[in-house]
């Protein structure tokens, strides 16, 4: 079982920052994919950012790319999500996966490939 809690939501500012925090439970934390998706009320589940087990494959969704940087500290078992130049269509609950199988990009950006998720954080960014 691997057990996650996103943390660094709030409300912030059109035009502010947030950095939003994964914790991850499990000893095997530096093999999983990580990955940030985002949602809305009545809309999908959308990929934000992924980061592969060695942090050298990374991949963000367009709407992102530029604004937002993902990173991860394996010796922490966190994976993060700096995100900067908020606009308000960036308001969502921000949740955080695991991918424990290898899987791949462009696997990676569809929710079905994780195996375990957080509960989410809150971001809402006022105009």
């Known amino acids: 079982q691997v057990q996650l809690v996103e943390s660094g939501g709030g409300l912030v500012q059109a035009g502010g920052s947030l950095r939003l925090s994964c914790a991850a439970s499990?000893?095997?934390?530096?093999?999983?994919?990580m990955g940030w998706f985002r949602q809305a009320p009545g809309k999908e589940r959308e990929f934000v950012a992924a980061?592969?087990?060695?942090?050298?494959?990374?991949y963000y969704a367009d709407s992102v790319e530029g604004r937002c940087t993902i990173s991860r500290d394996n010796a922490k078992n966190t994976v993060y999500l700096q995100m900067n130049d908020l606009e308000p269509e960036d308001t969502a609950v921000y949740l955080c996966?695991?991918?424990?199988?290898?899987?791949?990009?462009?696997?990676?950006?569809?929710?079905?490939?994780?195996?375990?998720w957080g509960q989410g954080t809150q971001v809402t960014v006022s105009s």
């Open positions: 996966a695991a991918e424990v199988d290898g899987r791949s990009w462009p696997l990676l950006k569809a929710a079905r490939a994780y195996d375990y």
């Open positions: 499990g000893r095997t934390f530096s093999r999983y994919a």
């Open positions: 980061i592969r087990w060695g942090g050298g494959s990374i």
